[in-house]
């Protein structure tokens, strides 16, 4: 390996260590400990090689510090005890040592390449790309940091692994980090791109650390109400938990089954999710307990399934098994809940060792020492699974193919990672794993882009179905195609993959660019007149040089798109605003029907001046996948959410039928009102309790009403101002957490 010969290891450690007082302990892994952890897994492990960088990363971080006031340089070395954990290559610790180098020291790729080789240099540099671009708006630097992790990522999975290190340990010390907005903007990024990516290769245990993590910032109020909740249930069921598992492991012990049995508790992130995406109370959940068998075999799985589904009762249509049919992250394990022991109502889990640990380590548990060597054991992963560890962030790197822009990159991919899966067939019996709630375009462009552009039907099973059907597992799924791409600008709507919705948007872009003007110039107009200004007294010359455009209406597109905010062009235009004119200009705007509606609602083909009304029935609000009907006698249209129930009046009208979504202005700045029937406890405070609740969750209570009211429940109505869909389900989900609520459902009507 090139480079200046390392120090010895007592002489390293003396020169390189600050003086500590026998009784303290440092804060990071010493030098012998790091290479002592490696070596146990790896006897072959370049002991030279470690201690160079080691003392190198040490001597360039000098006496930078972090956050906390510890060492700058015990955050790479804590990174590197990480990833020993995973047992990974002596490369990839390495990498982690001198994973800041570059970004935050002088020194540079060639010098690492210079020090430590060619293979390490490359995967330090991946990992620093990732974190190089700085950028003026929040969501775009978050969404260039993504494309750049999916392509580095892409290439070789250990710069994810140390990426991923790298995140754990700053989200283990966040707390030190002053600024609430920065704190809460790192907390977010990593619920939405970190732990979804870590789930995306397997890697369990770093996935749910990472969201309860970020769980405890985001939302502690809720965080610490489900605590609660789990230490009281603790105090109830624990006993039974310990009897339930000995019962499992003797019926399993009678068959001549080994295996070991153990309940495990949901994390309160995991539970947060569930109230969320279930619409249920938290004494509504069946799997707060869960038991994991361990079993020797495959062959004992399906032995074990057998025994437990003859001594208790299975629940129907909650078996399933992925063992045979693999998740895309290697995942394989039997799932079974039955009504077990004492009527309790009982998820199981049921795998092997090996099983187990894919389950928790996903790709990382395939390093290992093979052949005098030691690293990435490609048969031990076909055997896990089959499957590329790297295929689901290889299905983000066709979706940058199709271009687009940075938001659209993080939805596409927060699509591709957070949702589960189904598994159909080509008419050839070709598997493709497709998120849960595919439809046949979704099908059509995980075959082939020119397969999905070129659709115009499907069969299901043989027969015809229409293009809005969701697949289910085991359909087998025969495309119909026409001869040239022909793209609606309704076939949005009827896909969820990020690939097919790409695809679709690079069809119709070039159609889009009409509407898009229309409603930048709407929009900005809009802006102007509510700070006191007219566009037609001004010159846009200073927002077209400030942003690089030629042509008014490629400014007017821009607006359109969310790319550049009103705001933005007037400061550019009118720099002396008084700050009565800018509260004016920027204050929230309520989304309300009728003409002015077409700046918060576009598409299905809306012609200028169109009249819009939203249904009372559902009352959609940003981030609601929606509907339009035309109204008869010209009256224009009224939007519905897309699950509403008065929509099942027009399943036979396709005609009036109209794809609609939202505009980035509706997105950003805007306030709707949707309605909450949340059933309460009858006892005094608990109404005040639950309007608490409601305002730290950021809604703002416009009216309430009361219902059926009984001894023990009643029923209210909250009609709340909320920001968009994802705001009234945090609120929702907020007051699920709380135990004097039974239930809580979104007012539809």
Known sequence: MPGADPLPLKAARAAAL??????????????????????????????????RA??????????????????????????????????????????????????????????????????????VEGVTKLSQLELAAEHTRQAENLRKFILAISKDVRVLMVKLADRLHNMRTLEHIKSPAKRERIARETLDIYAPLARSIGVHRICSELEELAFTHLNPVARDAIRRRLEALRTEQGGAVALVSGEIAAKLETAGIPARVFGREKHPYSIWRKLQRKSIGFSQLSDIYAFRVIVDTEDDCYRALGVIHRAWPSVPERFKDFISTPKRNNYRSLHTTVVGPRGMRIEMQIRTEAMDRVAEEGVAAHWRYKDQSYGFDAEAQAAAGGRDPLVNLRHLVQVLEHGGDAEELVEHAKLEMFLDQVFVFTPKGQLVSLPRGAMPLDFAYAVHTDVGDTCIGVKINGELRPLRTPLQNGDVVEVIRGGKPVVPPDWRSLTVTGRARSAIRRHIRQTEKEEFVRLGRASLDQTFERAGKARSDVSLRPALDRFALTAEDDLFESLGRGRITPTQVLDIVFPGLNISERDAATAQRRIEGGKGARLYVRGGGLTPGVSLHFARCCSPVPGDRIVGIVEPEGEGLTIHTIDCEQLEAYEDREELWRDLQWTPEAERNTIS???????????????????????????????????HRQQDFFDVEFEVEVKDARHLTHIAAALRANPSVETVDRGKS
């Open 673 to 707: 009102r949707a309605r909450l029937m949340a059933t309460i406890r009858n006892a005094p405070g608990v109404l005040g309790q639950t309007c608490t609740v409601i305002g730290e969750a950021g809604g703002n209570i416009v009216n309430l009403r009361m219902r």
């Open 18 to 51: 600050p003086k500590v007082a026998p009784a303290q302990r440092p804060r990071y892994l010493r030098q012998y400990e790091l290479i002592e952890k490696v070596k146990s897994y790896d006897p072959t492990a370049d002991e030279a090689l470690l201690n």
């Open 54 to 123: 080691y003392v190198y990363a040490i001597r360039m971080h000098g006496s930078q510090k972090r956050a906390s006031g510890d060492p700058y340089f015990a955050h790479p070395i804590e990174v590197a005890g990480i990833l020993t954990d995973y047992r990974l290559d002596t490369a990839t610790i390495v990498t982690a040592l001198l994973h800041d180098v570059i970004e935050d020291t002088v020194a540079s790729r060639q010098d690492i390449e210079e020090k430590f080789g060619l293979e390490i240099a490359e995967l």
